[in-house]
């Protein structure tokens, strides 16, 4: 089972659907109904945790970033826009706006 952390975006279903077409049973949590302390209680079971994008910030993303420092190195994680953010930001990288934007540029 992937355990898909939803950090309250609409994509997180893309990428639901995607894992199961990919053959991976899926479990969908919102970042603020698991604890870390939850999610690891579901090892073996859980095979990986995938954090979705999500509208804010790493710290106000609920679990994702604790969960990714409590399950460094146990378990694979992969984390989209947002959740790859709290990656960083959970081994002490530092995530700010880039003061300009630069989409389409």
Do not use: W
């Not at 952390?5 to 899926?26: H, K, M, P, R, W």
């Not at 604890?35 to 690891?40: D, K, Y």
Request: contains cysteine.
């Amino acid at each position: 089972m992937i355990l898909l952390i939803d950090n309250y975006d609409s994509f997180t279903y893309n990428l639901y659907q995607y894992l199961c077409e990919l053959g991976a049973q899926v479990r969908v949590v919102r970042n603020d109904e698991i604890t870390a302390a939850e999610v690891e209680a579901l090892a073996p079971a859980c095979r990986g945790v995938v954090l979705s994008p999500g509208p804010c910030t790493p710290k106000e993303a609920g679990v994702s970033v604790e969960l990714v420092q409590r399950l460094a190195g146990k378990l694979p994680i992969l984390g989209v826009c947002l959740g790859h953010q709290c990656i960083g930001e959970a081994f002490g990288g530092i995530v700010a706006g880039a003061g300009e934007i630069k989409h389409g540029k």
